[in-house]
């Protein structure tokens, strides 16, 4: 008879039982490795939670119960980043005061998260908006402004007209509205608070590769640094002030033809009166200002400028007078704000100079390798004048294609040959044509811009040879005019007409291609690297190799420039930390003194951001007013508030030590907990994880915390999507309230399907059908002690084995974050063990595997079983090797007969074991995409074929 399994009377029983014996209470205890077990903590939304946000929380919260059975002390603890916008939105839209909406929904999260069984410490909770924290953010902004990375500045910053507030660049989205509420974001110069994050960007690239991080989180970090290797150059100009330029392209600068500042550039307000169009270029300035950073970087709008009558600028290289525009598509915000201009191998630069009339001049040369005729190492290399032509049939549209005989053999190129002595490049173009084709009537129609060049072994002269060909377009009207060709030309190749579309695959070696592609797109830059030309002294140089020597040659300096900007940190809402500043007027920004933090944020009747541009705390006088922590004279605090993104920031810290009066961290607490083990979330590739970086290396600096990186290893969650495939919304009535799925079906059920889903990183939608198998599984389980035999009967060795093998496979993939897998190990174990029988021990041992996973029920056999301790205080089950070795094979996987990957799996796997296997490598769905699978023929141990629709 099965026992009925009442997951309500059981979950609520072992719940409260933990909390009155503490068993997850953690402590320094220096007998014990330890282990940091971290999720991203949450902003109490008034929403709750939905199925979706527990996932994380369950993985860290399997792997904290996984981490202490095997011997370690555990760290893992939960708090509430509650400062911020979307609390403050929540509570003025619900007209409730912040403090009481965050109360309130923290009371809410913590009743649904109890539901779930997480071994949290409650007594290592935080919470950002509670003044005993945030008196060390505080405390932390005031070491920054002391080291000098904290700063006032006036440089027009993103204000978002919805939230009324300035912004920092990461609360953009990609297109320039703002994150929380999609509202076009507006540049308004005001004063802020920067935090000089740039002085960190090395170190933060250099120390992501030590990192356990997915590599698209680091991708993706190293993108928004945006670290760019170049120069700085300085131009004269003919008003006698000197001007900076950054350029990735030093090696060009002989090709500069002219210079260009940002609109907002100091140099053109300083020079205005030299400026003899300066209405025109005022105009442009204004119009520029109320331009988007997104349309000015827009290559798709036409580029628009204005040249600086009466001033020009000396090419430092060549010596040559150049002109000056001021253009929007420079940023005065990137690199130094002016460039020099170098139109043949910059796209911007390129589209200017055409619409503009400025010379494009090139000074690179791209040059491939003849790749069937390969330079020698030892020979000469001599260089060669050349032309190569593309020759149309008008009529036919087809072009014509030499098809070379003798050495040249399996070679097919345009007509080509060298301009002899005294001959114009078109001249040699229409005197090859006529030798190699017998055509005297092509007229040519386009000259390429260009020069290209090859290097090859011309091996009957013993020498290299570095062709630079010039390259034609050619159309021949009236085919008839053909003169016969001569028997040499004759014996050396043969012409053939070749539709356009054929052309391409037919040039033999990879330079034709080249030349060919180039033909198609005359209206571009050449952005490739080659030789220098009309160069000077640097003609013939390697351009990578003529970066240095051009800018030692001009005195300029190597140097990197970096995307990522200062980090505005200062808000003008009230619901955020003060910014432990007064201003006086004989000592500038004072900081508070340490004794007097925390500065507590004031009650207030409004706290609505008034619009002005001021936070709603410039209107509390009595709070504004105080004396200068200095001088004693009367001074002003600042009334901005921190960013959302301060308390996140340092949080995971304060868990190491969250009661501490005297230290943001004790010194010994922090030398045993950090860094952090394993850190898991989504979403916050670069926002939370940047800033957090930045001030952990501060702290580091400062000698607060002793590891450079705080978050060793990272594990990116998928998220859970609602049944109808869309994100989980209130908008399409799709959420699911955890609640529910636990009074139905239990937290344990929850728990295991959520980690069955899918690979933990993968988005998958919720299936309620999937959640009905998970519950199957769990009440086999529970009915599994039938199954125990008795004592004198002996287990069968299949039973012995499959437990060791499980015990190994839920271990290591537990470690590895490989939950589903871990999962269906179980799975495949009952099954042997309903079929075999198992023994008393076995019978524990299985209950410990699944202890982190279904902890509620673990205990509850656990403790049916005549054990009087909890199961989550004991020891994780061993496995022996020679056991637990697999006999695995792996084996071919097709789609529609093709080969596209493998899969590994035991000789006698059955064929849904193999499709499980197969669902669960991302490769392999990303192939198999959604076609419908139409059949699928499986030889154990030889091969998987599955065949689509
Ligand atoms: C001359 C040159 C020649 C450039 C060439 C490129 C190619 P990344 O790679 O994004 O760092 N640049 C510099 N400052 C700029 C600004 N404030 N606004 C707009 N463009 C700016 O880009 C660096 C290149 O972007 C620099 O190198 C400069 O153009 C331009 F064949 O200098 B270059
Ligand atoms: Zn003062």
Redo the contacts with the bound molecule.
């Keep these: 008879m099965h026992r009925r399994f009442d997951h309500q009377a059981i979950e609520q029983k072992w719940q409260e039982h933990w909390r009155d014996t503490s068993i997850y209470a953690t402590s320094e205890n220096a007998e014990k490795p330890k282990c940091f077990v971290l999720d991203m903590f949450p902003y109490p939304s008034g929403e709750g939670l939905h199925v979706g946000h527990p996932k994380g929380y369950i993985a860290t919260d399997i792997y904290s119960r996984f981490k202490r059975m095997t011997g370690h002390e555990v760290l893992h603890p939960m708090g509430w980043d509650a400062f911020g916008l979307p609390a403050e939105n929540y509570a003025i839209k619900n007209k409730v005061h912040p403090r009481v909406a965050v109360e309130k929904n923290i009371a809410n999260f913590k009743s649904q998260l109890a539901k779930l069984g997480f071994d949290y410490d409650w007594g290592r909770e935080i919470n950002t908006t509670d003044p005993e924290f945030y008196k060390w953010t505080q405390w932390i902004f005031i070491q920054l402004f002391e080291k000098g990375l904290a700063s006032e500045s006036y440089e027009p910053i993103n204000w978002c007209p919805g939230c009324q507030t300035g912004l920092a660049n990461e609360d953009l989205e990609a297109d320039g509205t703002c994150e929380r509420c999609d509202s076009m974001v507006e540049k308004r110069p005001m004063r802020q608070w920067v935090l000089n994050i740039k002085a960190y960007a090395d170190r933060m690239l250099e120390d992501l590769d030590a990192l356990s991080w997915p590599e698209h989180i680091k991708e993706a970090q190293r993108n928004w640094i945006?670290r760019?290797q170049?120069a700085e150059i300085d131009f004269t100009l003919s008003t006698g002030d000197t001007t900076t330029?950054?350029?990735?392209?030093?090696d060009?600068l002989y090709?500069?033809t002219y210079l260009v500042f940002?609109p907002e550039h100091e140099l053109v307000l300083k020079n205005r009166n030299h400026i003899t169009n300066q209405t025109e270029v005022e105009e442009y300035i204004a119009q520029s200002l109320n331009k988007k950073e997104m349309d000015r970087l827009d290559d798709t709008k036409e580029k628009t400028g204005v040249k600086l009558g009466g001033i020009t600028a000396t090419n430092p290289a060549n010596g040559e007078t150049i002109p000056v525009y001021i253009a929007d598509?420079?940023?005065?915000?990137?690199?130094?704000?002016?460039?020099?201009?170098?139109p043949?191998?910059?796209e911007?630069?390129f589209a200017f100079a055409k619409k503009f009339g400025i010379e494009i001049r090139q000074v690179?040369v791209p040059c491939a390798e003849d790749t069937n005729n390969p330079p020698q190492p030892d020979m000469e290399e001599v260089q060669r004048d050349t032309v190569i032509v593309h020759l149309r049939d008008a009529a036919t549209g087809k072009f014509a294609l030499l098809d070379w005989h003798g050495t040249l053999e399996g070679i097919t190129t345009a007509i080509m040959g060298g301009i002899e002595e005294g001959q114009t490049a078109e001249e040699a173009a229409l005197a090859e044509i006529a030798e190699e084709s017998g055509i005297t009537n092509a007229k040519i129609v386009k000259k390429m811009p260009w020069i290209t060049a090859a290097k090859y072994c011309a091996s009957h002269k013993n020498q290299n040879r570095c062709a630079h060909s010039q390259v034609f377009l050619a159309e021949v009207e009236n085919l008839q005019a053909q003169e016969p060709i001569a028997a040499a030309e004759q014996a050396i190749h043969t012409l053939v007409w070749e539709d356009q579309e054929n052309v391409l695959s037919r040039l033999v070696p990879d330079h034709q291609k080249q030349i060919w592609e180039l033909l198609q797109t005359d209206e571009n830059?050449l952005?490739a690297d080659g030789y220098l030309m009309n160069s000077g002294e640097y003609d013939g140089m390697d351009s990578t190799a003529a970066k240095e020597a051009i800018v030692q040659h001009v005195g300029g300096r190597m140097t990197n420039?970096y995307?990522i900007r200062d980090w505005v940190f200062s808000r003008q809402r009230y619901w955020g930390e003060p910014i432990p500043i007064v201003h006086c007027q004989t000592c500038g920004p004072v900081t508070v003194p340490e004794d007097q933090l925390p500065v507590v944020l004031p009650e207030v009747e409004q706290y609505a951001p008034t619009g002005d541009g001021q936070s709603p705390l410039a209107a509390i006088d009595d709070w504004v007013n105080t004396t200068c922590p200095k001088c004693g004279a009367a001074g002003k605090r600042e009334t901005n508030t921190m960013p959302q993104w301060a308390g996140s920031s340092w949080y995971y810290l304060r868990f190491m030590d969250n009661k501490n009066p005297d230290a943001l961290v004790s010194r010994e607490n922090e030398k045993y907990w950090a860094p952090v083990d394993v850190y898991v979330g989504g979403d916050h590739a670069v926002r939370h994880l940047i800033y957090a970086r930045f001030w952990h290396k501060f702290l580091y600096d400062i000698d607060v915390v002793s590891t450079i990186e705080p978050f060793q290893r990272l594990e990116f969650l998928g998220f859970i999507l609602a049944e109808d495939g869309r994100k989980m919304s209130k908008r399409w009535g799709n959420v699911i309230n955890p609640d529910t799925i636990v009074d139905l079906v239990g937290a344990d059920t929850m728990r295991v399907y959520e980690m069955f889903m899918g690979p933990f990183e993968n988005t998958i939608a919720w299936s309620q059908d999937g959640l009905a198998g998970a519950r199957r599984f769990l009440e086999r389980v529970y009915g599994l002690n039938e199954h125990v035999l008795d004592g004198d009967v002996d287990e069968s060795e299949e039973t012995i084995r499959q437990l060791h093998k499980t015990i190994k496979k839920v271990s290591e993939d537990i470690e590895g974050f490989k939950f589903n897998t871990a999962v269906s190990a179980m799975m495949i174990f009952i099954n042997t063990a309903e079929k075999e029988g198992l023994s008393d021990q076995t019978y524990s041992c299985f209950l410990r595997l699944l202890a982190p996973f279904a902890p509620h029920m673990a205990e509850e056999l656990w403790r049916g079983h005549g054990q009087t301790e909890s199961i989550h205080t004991a020891t994780f089950p061993a496995y022996d090797a020679a056991l637990a070795k697999d006999e695995v094979v792996t084996i071919g996987v097709q789609i529609n007969g093709k080969a596209r990957g493998d899969i590994t799996l035991p000789p006698d796997a059955t064929e849904a074991e193999a499709m499980k296997l197969v669902q669960a490598d991302t490769s392999l769905t990303a192939k198999l995409g959604d076609a419908e699978i139409a059949k699928i023929i499986y030889v154990p141990g030889r091969i998987l074929n599955i065949l689509q629709k």
């Design positions: 945006g760019s170049g330029v950054f350029t990735t392209r030093p060009t090709g500069a940002a598509y420079v940023l005065a915000s990137y690199g130094t704000g002016a460039i020099m201009a170098v043949a191998h910059d911007r630069d690179v830059a952005t420039t995307k």
